[in-house]
């Protein structure tokens, strides 16, 4: 079993697993506690890029592209939500945040794992001027007075997924002699 689960593909295959199971699960939970006044708690906490920015600091494009795409139209379908157009504002999100990580990941990979709310405050601010023409002031603004929860969950996400682990594949690339 031990020599099974060494495999890249194997790995690969358990972690997208992993991330599509937590992607669906954490915004479900989210919206069973639903809250009285203002956008829903799902706006709020952004439980839907965890698993992204998870992903994107522990594993290559493939799997972030896969799980970036497949998350919204999975909790669509299973869930009902996200509703509407904001499928396709989440899908685009998604990948913009990966893209981004994975990028950051590849040239800084010490700063990567501080980045993931930067790089969500860039993707929404990105989407909402493409999508709707909306200046990324008036974006930041929503997610400094609304979304800090959020942004301070996919912030102790990235942390922890780039030095909450010890071994290989920690952020400075080396193992655990320094080599």
């Known amino acids: 079993m031990?020599?099974?689960l060494t495999r890249p593909a194997v790995r690969i295959a358990l972690g997208t697993g992993a991330a599509l199971a937590a992607g669906l699960a954490l915004p479900y939970l989210v919206h069973l506690f639903p809250l009285e006044a203002g956008p829903p708690a799902g706006a709020r906490l952004l439980p839907i890029f965890v698993a992204v920015v998870?992903?994107?600091l522990r594993m290559g494009a493939a799997p972030v592209l896969g799980v970036a795409l497949?998350?919204?139209l999975l909790n669509r379908a299973l869930t009902g939500m996200p509703e509407g157009?904001?499928?396709w504002t989440l899908t685009a999100e998604l990948v913009l945040v990966g893209a981004a990580l994975l990028a950051l990941r590849r040239v800084?990979?010490?700063v990567?794992?501080?980045a993931a709310a930067p790089a969500y405050l860039l993707a929404a601010a990105i989407v909402s001027f493409v999508a709707a023409g909306q200046a990324p002031l008036a974006t930041?603004?929503?997610a400094f007075t609304v979304q800090l929860p959020g942004l301070a969950l996919l912030a102790a996400t990235g942390l922890a997924a780039g030095y909450g682990f010890r071994g290989r594949?920690?952020?400075s690339g080396r193992g655990r002699n320094g080599t």
């Open 2 to 4: 031990t020599a099974t």
């Open 112 to 114: 990567a794992p501080f």
């Open 70 to 72: 497949a998350q919204p």
């Open 140 to 142: 930041w603004a929503f």
């Open 169 to 171: 594949d920690r952020p």
């Open 108 to 110: 800084a990979p010490r």
């Open 54 to 56: 998870f992903i994107a």
């Open 85 to 87: 157009a904001m499928v």
